[in-house]
């Protein structure tokens, strides 16, 4: 212990050591929010509702914490995400595009973000979501066969009763 | 999630390529998926007024938590575990059937963020920031909130050390809801003391 930060502890009164311990606990608390994220206006401004973000499913949640967490990190500086979402809505309106949601373009301009900086490839990223897809598929076909399996059985044992009743 | 379910329907094309996307970042260890919940945690909880609510709603169901917050506004966030945001004192000031307050930065936008989250646009309009100090009853007005002639309107101008909040009157007809349950009540614009809250509608809550 250094002679100041003796010092500084004689000089510490219970009640400055309480406050110090709520600064703290209040700061581990504190979660950042980039006001620079937080105050974006214009169209590139994300939907709200009485001030909240809305998300209405849980991959537009997953979608937005993805590119906040890249700049949170340092991969890209949130200026530039801004620019590939003002890009991919003025591609949109150019096209007269209005049915695109908000998401969805925000999902193409982190992709293109991502691939710009080398992050990921557009090959792996259409690759996976293939896997992804035909996974789905698989599953919704299976469901489908174990339905109409269900549907055959039942036919069957009321045809197997119906011919039950008749013999008897 | 809020999808119509009038029948199954089949995962969107956008929702895979984001698990696709959100997969591949993880594997290749630039991001975990836990950071990402915490930010996705931060934005919807920290983003708006929710903070805000919630001390509004324990300020109503604990008079001394109320009369703590109105001695001493950032001593009873912190509390809370919350901030009113840029280091500033907080000032709250409370409704009562005979004074309205509202709340105002008429240099720029000083405002609570820290439990309001960001500031409505007109908020930080010139013609709020001018007509909400010369003719706040108009302002009051046109936000739908007529106050009787013998209610004494107060403006209170925010600057970068001292934010200021209102204390809504708690609406009539809310005596059997739960601390959570009047958190949702609480809306921003009560806050900012453009208006007043309404008593939820029967059977409503």
């Known amino acids: 212990m250094t002679a100041d930060a003796a010092k500084a502890a004689d000089a510490a009164t219970p009640g400055d050591a309480a406050k110090a311990a709520v600064e703290a606990a209040r700061a581990a608390n504190a979660r950042t929010v980039n006001p620079e994220v937080a105050e974006m206006q214009g169209p590139e401004a994300p939907p709200r509702k009485n001030g909240e973000l809305v998300f209405d499913s849980l991959w537009e949640g997953r979608t937005f914490g993805m590119a906040v967490t890249l700049s949170d990190k340092g991969l890209y500086p949130w200026r530039d995400f801004r620019s590939s979402l003002i890009e991919v809505i003025s591609r949109c309106d150019e096209a007269g595009d209005i049915q695109t949601p908000y998401y969805e373009r925000f999902l193409a301009a982190l992709e293109n973000l991502a691939v710009d900086r080398g992050l990921v490839s557009v090959d792996e990223l259409d690759a996976l979501t293939a896997q992804y897809a035909a996974k789905r598929a698989a599953q919704d076909a299976a469901r489908a066969a174990a339905d109409a399996e269900e549907a055959a059985r039942a036919a069957a044992d009321t045809q197997e009763a119906e011919a039950a009743h008749s013999n008897g | ?205």
């Open chain 2, 1 to 205: 999630m809020s999808t119509s379910h009038h029948r199954p329907e089949p995962e969107s094309y956008a929702s895979m390529r984001a698990r696709a996307l959100e997969a591949l970042l993880v594997e290749k260890g630039i991001i975990s998926t836990d950071s990402i919940d915490a930010v996705v945690q931060a934005y919807e909880e920290d983003i708006g007024p929710r903070n805000g609510a919630k001390v509004v709603a324990r300020a109503w169901v604990d008079p001394e938590y109320k009369a703590r917050l109105l001695a001493d506004g950032r001593a009873a966030l912190m509390e809370l575990g919350l901030a009113s945001g840029q280091g500033a004192e907080l000032k709250v000031v409370e409704n009562t059937p005979d004074t309205h307050n509202l709340i105002v930065c008429t240099l720029c936008s000083c405002y609570p963020s820290g439990i309001l989250g960001l500031p409505p646009k007109w908020y930080k309009d010139f013609a709020y920031r001018s007509r909400a100090v010369i003719e706040p009853r108009s302002v009051l007005h046109e936000f739908g909130t007529a106050l009787p002639e013998d209610v004494e309107v107060r403006v209170w101008d925010s600057t970068a050390e001292l934010r200021y909040m209102v204390l809504p009157e708690r609406p009539d007809g809310t005596e059997g809801l739960s601390e959570d349950e009047l958190v949702e009540l609480v809306s921003r614009d009560s806050m900012i003391g453009v208006v007043k809250l309404a008593a939820p509608a029967r059977g409503a809550a």
